[in-house]
């Protein structure tokens, strides 16, 4: 049997093959004001979430992972093994993109529905994405420096008054790709494109 860790990789391959040159793929992304992680998420142009439901999973969760994931990524993505996909379309929205897990050797996959643009994309969710010396430095650069005792939480709200929502999807995408993994306190594994 398939397992999750096999998806993954071959996930990653995939998407990261049809990204940018410059683009990420992080596991296990952590999702602000929520306790879900996105599966993968590949940073480029965009931030696109994908959440893998092997045969050995539930949709137990994805109404609430489907909820949280929308807070934050440009585009979402269900992966899942065909006994889940009439099911998990019902469940999710309909910007939602499916992929659907072959199982003919390596995992491979089928697109069943391509993913809209995320309208939802929430604001104060997506600064929380920033460290404090991110959001001190976009700030800086924005010719805004806070006070030097500013906390994050400061900093994000002056973010926010600051700048449209593209602006600052531009701002966490660049600091996102800057980020050494070997900082981050929540182990994730990241991938440059080679």
């Given amino acids: 049997m398939m397992t999750e860790a096999m998806v993954r990789r071959s996930l990653r391959e995939e998407m990261l093959a049809l990204a940018p040159a410059t683009a990420e793929a992080i596991y296990e992304f952590w999702v602000p004001r929520s306790h879900e992680r996105a599966d993968v998420a590949v940073i480029g142009t ?3 979430g994908f959440e893998i439901k092997t045969d050995r999973d539930t949709l137990k969760r994805l109404p609430r992972q489907a909820e949280a994931y929308t ?3 440009d585009h979402c993505y269900a992966v899942v093994a065909h006994r889940h996909l009439e099911k998990a379309i019902q469940m999710l929205p309909p910007w939602w993109g499916v992929l659907v897990i072959g199982i003919d050797g390596a995992p491979s996959f089928s697109l069943v529905r391509k993913a809209d643009p995320n309208d939802g994309v929430d604001p104060e969710t997506l600064v929380r994405l920033l460290w404090r010396d991110e959001a001190l430095a976009a700030l800086c650069g924005l010719g805004a420096p806070p006070d030097p005792r500013a906390g994050r939480s400061r900093m994000w709200d002056q973010l926010l008054g ?7 999807k531009a701002i ?3 600091a996102l790709l800057r980020r050494d993994p070997a900082r981050a306190r929540i182990p994730s594994q990241r991938f440059a494109v080679s």
Avoid: M
């Avoid at 600051?162 to 600052?168: K, T």
């Fill in 46 to 48: 965009t931030i696109d």
């Fill in 162 to 168: 600051l700048l449209d929502l593209d602006s600052l």
């Fill in 172 to 174: 966490v995408r660049d």
């Fill in 71 to 73: 807070r934050v990524f």
